[in-house]
């Protein structure tokens, strides 16, 4: 009934696809497909029969599943279209809509495409960059070395950052320069080979590491500024613990030397006692038998206790030089004066001051060696000799010599004083210079135990040293020694 007798249905169904073809909705596809497919079965069922309704059916049955299949890829064909526009639409968001910048660049460095963030970070408007080279994006000063850069790129594509470990700007259409990051991956297509690059404005990050880079320099120097303070308050604090010490020293020394100072005086006071009563008792002893002998005319008995006032006068002269010397020394107002001394003539001296202190038959000897002269003080290096020639002559027997060596060359000056007396133990030798000391066995001969310390200080105070060496009742030697050429005279 539809179609002349002579017009083969399969080709009205093929006519039918075809026109599907335009159809965009898959639902209008299959509504063709099934309403050609009734029209047919009605129009075989209708038309007058010439050959049995199965036999019409079984032959129009190819041409209707061949239809059936191509309106299945018809539908697939719609799919696909579909399918092209949900992924082009993805890509236009991802591309239109992206914060970032992205820039679509063929191989001769000429921008193809820019979505809207590229082109408003670097000032363009809409599709004003397309067709501009990349270097356009690029400072001045980079665009040659870019070029090289770009050429060696093409020739080994692969996704990669830009300058790693170095600042990257880009310049604007007005020329500003600002930082960014810049990202590269290739593009390839049928119609040729492209760079994607994605750029991202690095300005609030470097303005950011900027300000982290400022705070960490202003902590560093905060740090040392309280490094400083702390090294500061430390010297502070150690000046004050020396200070705090030195005061805690001075308080202890004056205690210290105030109570040696008390005992000092409680020895003197003991030793006055003792020292003092023993001569003065003997001269007024003999000051009461001169005047019972001058009434007899005994001159030998004057003579006799008159020499006894004198030596216990000598004494206690000896023992006020000890005493008014010590304090001297205590007080520190014991003042060197160094001059060329004469040696020779410094211990004759001494001697004749002395010699009237020398016991009956006590034969004195002066052996000298070398120069002459050497840098002394001649009233300390005076001192010195009296104390020891007087520990001599006191503790020596009255047929003794007293001897006194004396030796100047380059490299020292040497005085010996030697006697003969009773020694001195050995295990009381290491308290002999001490205050006071005196050896057990000369507790019954006169003394204050002071002369040997007065002279280790005179001596010191020259810059010199004291020695001895004694043996029990085989007597001692006492020395002093200065050393250096300074001491020495020319002539």
């Not at 303070?229 to 308080?251: D, F, P, S, W, Y």
């Not at 008159?306 to 030089?321: E, M």
């Not at 006071?436 to 200080?457: C, D, E, K, P, W």
Request: contains cysteine.
């Amino acid at each position: 009934m539809l179609l002349p007798r002579n017009w083969d249905v399969a080709f009205g169904y093929l006519l039918a696809m075809f026109l599907s073809f335009t159809f965009r909705e898959k639902s209008d596809v299959l509504l063709l497909a099934v309403i050609t497919t009734v029209l047919a079965i009605i129009a075989a069922m209708l038309k007058p029969q010439e050959v049995p309704l199965e036999r019409m059916l079984f032959e129009r049955l190819p041409a209707i599943l061949g239809f059936w299949a191509s309106a299945f890829f018809v539908i697939r064909f719609i799919e696909l279209r579909e399918d092209e526009k949900v992924q082009e639409g993805r890509f236009k968001a991802l591309f239109e809509y992206a914060t970032n910048g992205i820039i679509l660049a063929n191989q001769s460095g000429k921008i193809v495409m820019a979505n809207p963030a590229a082109e408003m970070l670097f000032g363009y408007e809409k599709g004003e960059m397309l067709g501009e080279t990349v270097e356009a994006l690029i400072p001045p000063q980079y665009r040659a070395k870019h070029i090289e850069y770009r050429n060696q790129y093409q020739h080994k594509p692969s996704p990669r950052n830009m300058a790693i470990g170095r600042d990257l700007y880009g310049v604007k259409k007005d020329g500003t320069e600002f930082p960014v990051e810049i990202s590269l991956s290739p593009y390839h297509t049928s119609g040729g080979d492209y760079s994607i690059a994605f750029i991202l404005d690095n300005t609030y990050r470097k303005n950011y590491e900027n300000s982290i880079l400022q705070q960490k320099q202003e902590l560093s120097a905060l740090s040392e500024a309280l490094k400083q303070l702390n090294e500061g308050l430390e010297n502070k604090v150690l000046e004050r613990t020396r200070e705090l010490e030195q005061a805690k020293n001075e308080i202890k020394s004056a205690l210290d030397k105030e109570r040696e100072l008390g005992e000092l005086k409680s020895r003197f006071v003991s030793m006055a006692s003792h020292e003092f009563r023993t001569p003065l008792t003997s001269v007024l002893s003999s000051a009461g038998l001169i005047g019972q002998y001058s009434e007899r005319g005994d001159l030998v008995n004057i003579k006799k206790h008159a020499a006894r006032i004198k030596n216990a006068v000598n004494g206690l002269n000896t023992i006020l030089t000890e005493f008014l010397s010590l304090g001297r020394l205590e007080e520190g107002r014991l003042a060197v004066k160094l001059e060329m001394v004469d040696l020779e003539d410094c211990v004759q001296q001494t001697y004749q001051e002395m010699r009237n202190l020398f016991k009956a038959e006590q034969q004195f000897e002066h052996h000298h060696k070398g120069k002459k002269t050497a840098l002394l003080d001649c009233a300390l290096l005076k001192n010195i000799l009296i104390n020891l020639i007087s520990n001599a002559i006191k503790y020596s027997p009255e047929t003794a010599t007293i001897t006194v060596l004396s030796e100047v060359d380059e490299a020292r000056t040497r005085i010996t004083v030697r006697d003969q007396g009773i020694g001195i133990p050995l295990p009381e030798q290491k308290h002999l210079f001490d205050r006071f000391f005196r050896a057990t066995n000369a507790t019954n001969i006169q003394g204050t135990g002071l002369g040997l310390y007065i002279v280790q200080r005179y001596t010191e105070a020259m810059g010199g040293k004291i020695g001895f060496k004694s043996e029990v009742e085989k007597g001692s030697d006492f020395w002093v020694e200065f050393d250096g050429e300074t001491r020495i005279s020319s002539t």
